[in-house]
C-alpha cells in the first residue's frame, strides 16, 4: 500500500499537538481540511488513530504504534528528497531559493551577485510565495532557502541568518482621513480594519496587524489576502489600512495608497532561513556565505 507523506505528515503534527486547531496553524491549512486528511490516512490503513473529544486529538493504540515509527521515516524521506534536490541543482547549476513579497529588499541582487561570485555559470532562480505559506515552499521541500519576514509560525524548525531589520509603517488609500499626517501613533489605529493574511498563518498574521501592540484589542478585519497585488488593491480601495515595511514606499508605489511612518509598533526583521538538522548542500553553503557577505 502507498500512502502519501503528506498525510504522513499531517498526522504527525496532529499526534504532536494533540489539538487540530493548533496543527492546522502549524501546517497552514484549514481545520476542515486537515480533518478530512486524517480521515482519508485512517481509511488507507484501515484503523482509527485518533480518539476525538472536546479536550483533544488523543492517539489510539494504532496512532501510538504509527507515531513510534514515523519519525524515522519522515526523517528518511527528507533526508532522499534533499539528496535529489542537491544533485538537480549541481547538474543544472540552478539553486531555487523562495521568498515572499520584495525578498531582502536591495541586498537581495547583492547576494546574488557574491553567489555568483562564488559559483560561476550558476543562476539562482527565485520563486515568490504568497502570504499564506509564510515559509515560501521550504515546508514543502520546493526550495532550499528562502527570504523571509520574521515571525513565522514554527521558525525554530530553521537556521535564521537575519539580514536586516527595518521600522514598519502604515499603507492606506490617498483620501483616507488619517492620511493627511506625516506621523501616526498605532494606539489610534485599533478600531480601523486592517488587511490581513490567512488567520492559519498564525504568529505571521499576528505580526502583520500587530497583535503585540494591541494590548488584547481583537482587530477588526476588512480583508484577508496573499500576494501584494490583492493586497495593494484592498488598501486602495478603502478596505482597510495595513501595516508595511518601511520598504513597501519603494518597491509598492501607487499614486492611490498613502504610506506614513507609524509609533508604537517594533520593526520587521527579514531572515534567510534554511531547514534545520540537515547539513546544507555545497550551492546552498555557497549562497549562505554569499548572504552572510551581503
Same mark, same amino acid.
Given at each position: 500500500?502507498?500512502?502519501?507523506?503528506?498525510?504522513?505528515?499531517?498526522?504527525?503534527?496532529?499526534?504532536?499537538?494533540?489539538?487540530?486547531?493548533?496543527?492546522? $496553524?502549524?501546517?497552514?491549512?484549514?481545520? +476542515?481540511?486537515? @480533518?478530512?486528511?486524517?480521515?482519508?490516512?485512517?481509511?488507507? %490503513?484501515?484503523?482509527?488513530?485518533?480518539?476525538?473529544?472536546?479536550?483533544?486529538?488523543?492517539?489510539?493504540?494504532?496512532?501510538?504504534?504509527?507515531?513510534?515509527?514515523?519519525?524515522?521515516?519522515?526523517? #528518511?524521506?527528507?533526508?532522499? *528528497?534533499?539528496?535529489?534536490?542537491?544533485?538537480?541543482?549541481?547538474?543544472?547549476?540552478?539553486?531555487?531559493?523562495?521568498?515572499?513579497?520584495?525578498?531582502?529588499?536591495?541586498? @537581495?541582487?547583492?547576494?546574488? #551577485?557574491?553567489?555568483?561570485?562564488?559559483?560561476?555559470?550558476?543562476?539562482?532562480?527565485?520563486?515568490?510565495?504568497?502570504?499564506?505559506? +509564510?515559509?515560501?515552499?521550504?515546508?514543502?521541500?520546493?526550495?532550499?532557502?528562502?527570504?523571509?519576514?520574521?515571525?513565522?509560525?514554527?521558525? *525554530?524548525?530553521?537556521?535564521?541568518?537575519? %539580514?536586516?531589520?527595518?521600522?514598519?509603517?502604515?499603507?492606506?488609500?490617498?483620501?483616507?482621513?488619517?492620511?493627511?499626517?506625516?506621523?501616526?501613533?498605532?494606539?489610534?489605529?485599533?478600531?480601523?480594519?486592517?488587511?490581513?493574511?490567512?488567520?492559519?498563518?498564525?504568529?505571521?498574521?499576528?505580526?502583520?496587524?500587530?497583535? *503585540? /501592540?494591541?494590548?488584547?484589542?481583537?482587530?477588526?478585519?476588512?480583508?484577508? @489576502?496573499?500576494?501584494?497585488?490583492?493586497?495593494?488593491?484592498?488598501?486602495?480601495?478603502?478596505?482597510?489600512?495595513?501595516?508595511?515595511?518601511?520598504? /513597501?514606499?519603494?518597491?509598492?508605489?501607487?499614486?492611490?495608497?498613502?504610506?506614513?511612518?507609524?509609533?508604537?509598533?517594533? +520593526?520587521?526583521?527579514?531572515?534567510?532561513?534554511?531547514?534545520?538538522? $540537515?547539513?546544507?548542500?555545497?550551492? %546552498?553553503?555557497?549562497?549562505?556565505?554569499?548572504?552572510?557577505? #551581503?
Amino acid at each position: 500500500m502507498d500512502v502519501d507523506t503528506r498525510l504522513l505528515r499531517y498526522f504527525q503534527a496532529v499526534a504532536e499537538e494533540g489539538n487540530l486547531t493548533r496543527a492546522a $496553524a502549524r501546517l497552514y491549512i484549514s481545520q +476542515p481540511a486537515l @480533518t478530512k486528511q486524517i480521515r482519508q490516512l485512517e481509511d488507507q %490503513l484501515g484503523a482509527v488513530l485518533f480518539e476525538r473529544s472536546k479536550a483533544g486529538m488523543a492517539l489510539t493504540g494504532p496512532g501510538a504504534a504509527l507515531a513510534e515509527s514515523i519519525g524515522a521515516v519522515l526523517d #528518511a524521506w527528507g533526508r532522499a *528528497e534533499r539528496a535529489v534536490r542537491a544533485a538537480e541543482a549541481e547538474s543544472s547549476k540552478v539553486l531555487r531559493v523562495g521568498f515572499l513579497a520584495s525578498a531582502a529588499n536591495e541586498k @537581495t541582487q547583492e547576494i546574488i #551577485a557574491a553567489f555568483r561570485r562564488r559559483r560561476p555559470g550558476w543562476r539562482v532562480e527565485l520563486r515568490q510565495a504568497g502570504w499564506g505559506a +509564510p515559509t515560501a515552499g521550504l515546508v514543502a521541500g520546493e526550495v532550499e532557502a528562502s527570504f523571509l519576514r520574521l515571525p513565522f509560525p514554527n521558525q *525554530e524548525d530553521f537556521v535564521l541568518l537575519e %539580514l536586516l531589520t527595518e521600522p514598519r509603517c502604515i499603507a492606506m488609500a490617498a483620501d483616507h482621513p488619517l492620511a493627511g499626517q506625516e506621523t501616526l501613533v498605532f494606539a489610534d489605529l485599533l478600531d480601523e480594519p486592517f488587511i490581513a493574511a490567512p488567520a492559519a498563518t498564525g504568529a505571521f498574521r499576528d505580526h502583520w496587524i500587530g497583535g *503585540e /501592540a494591541r494590548g488584547g484589542r481583537p482587530v477588526k478585519v476588512g480583508a484577508v @489576502t496573499e500576494y501584494p497585488d490583492d493586497w495593494l488593491t484592498a488598501i486602495a480601495n478603502g478596505d482597510g489600512i495595513a501595516l508595511a515595511p518601511a520598504s /513597501a514606499a519603494r518597491y509598492y508605489a501607487r499614486p492611490d495608497i498613502a504610506y506614513r511612518d507609524v509609533e508604537g509598533v517594533a +520593526p520587521s526583521t527579514v531572515a534567510l532561513a534554511w531547514p534545520r538538522g $540537515a547539513e546544507p548542500s555545497p550551492a %546552498l553553503a555557497d549562497f549562505i556565505a554569499a548572504a552572510r557577505e #551581503a
